[in-house]
């Protein structure tokens, strides 16, 4: 007789939730880390080493769409 997984989720994979869980755990860790790092950047000094050792290449995009025509009031 064979016996079958337990499956306990509703997607079909067994430990989906305990696997969910992991994932969820290490990301708010990873973003910790990231917020703990950030906070101790000085932004000038990011940016004139930016400006020193990277060409920079901006692309942009502007659009310009008609406003629609508003009523005026009507002068005695």
Not at 9 to 14: A, E, Y
Not at 32 to 57: A, F, R, S, T
Request: aromatic share 10%.
């Amino acid at each position: 007789m064979m016996s079958r997984k337990k499956i306990n989720s509703k997607n079909g994979f067994p430990f989906a939730g305990e696997f969910i869980r992991a994932l969820v755990s290490n990301a708010q860790k990873t973003k910790e880390g990231v917020e703990k790092y950030l906070i101790n950047i000085d932004p000038k000094k990011l940016m004139d080493y930016l400006v020193d050792h990277y060409d920079i290449d901006l692309h942009a995009k502007f659009s310009f769409t008609k406003k629609q025509n508003k009523k005026t009031k009507k002068s005695k």
